[in-house]
């Protein structure tokens, strides 16, 4: 079984929605909690909402003007991004994420990214806020297929992937060939996405080195 293609305006569509639930998350989230360590690298909660806005902002123009800046360093990049749009207040960062709500700007990649990082950022703020998931199981199908078919260098999870093939335990959905990995959908997009997972959520000869992280 595979799953269905979307197409690009049912992509955006999820990308819209997806902003919104998070907004609507967030919008009674005070105090302390926005520091909490999120589930991405070094950054915070408040961290990774800079992130959004930034990259909702980021056409393929920007983009490439933000690398010209960063040296062609991806990750520098990206830290100068969250530092031009982190607030000292966490409720401005809010104000202005709920500016950007509607855009469709992209980056020089297919607009499955931008719904790669709606969900899996999502993830990275609520997880650690203790908010439970409740993702379209089509925009998470459409981020997994689009993250294992990518390359690391284009911000992709293909090379992390090989060798595994992974089995979503709701619909039985499949991707990939060789050493079975098992789980709900969302947590096999965040291990493949380089995200800690906690034991037990994975399953199967293959978790392990899924799960393995850089």
Not at 80 to 90: A, F, L, M
Not at 100 to 108: F, M
Not at 144 to 173: H, K, N, W
Request: hydrophobic share 40%.
């Amino acid at each position: 079984m595979t799953a269905k293609k979307l197409s690009t305006s049912e992509i955006w569509a999820l990308v819209h929605d997806e902003r919104q639930r998070l907004l609507d998350d967030l919008a009674s989230l005070h105090g302390p909690r926005w520091e909490l360590p999120s589930l991405c690298g070094d950054w915070t909660v408040h961290d990774v909402l800079a992130h959004l806005v930034h990259t909702a902002k980021t056409g393929k123009l920007a983009f490439i003007g933000g690398m010209v800046r960063a040296k062609g360093d991806f990750d520098r990049a990206n830290e100068d991004g969250v530092r031009r749009w982190k607030r000292e207040d966490p409720q401005q960062t809010l104000a202005d994420f709920r500016q950007v709500l509607d855009l469709r700007r992209t980056p020089p990649a297919h607009r499955a990214t931008r719904l790669v990082e709606a969900i899996v950022h999502g993830e990275d703020i609520r997880r650690p806020l203790g908010i439970p998931d409740d993702y379209s199981s089509a925009a998470v199908y459409e981020s997994l297929a689009y993250q294992l078919r990518t390359p690391a260098s284009f911000g992709g999870s293909r090379e992390r992937a090989e060798g595994c093939r992974l089995i979503a335990t709701d619909t039985g959905v499949g991707w990939g060939d060789g050493l079975e990995v098992r789980g709900k959908p969302i947590d096999l997009l965040l291990a493949v996405s380089g995200r800690k997972i906690a034991p037990g959520l994975l399953a199967g000869p293959g978790a392990d080195h899924l799960t393995e992280i850089d």
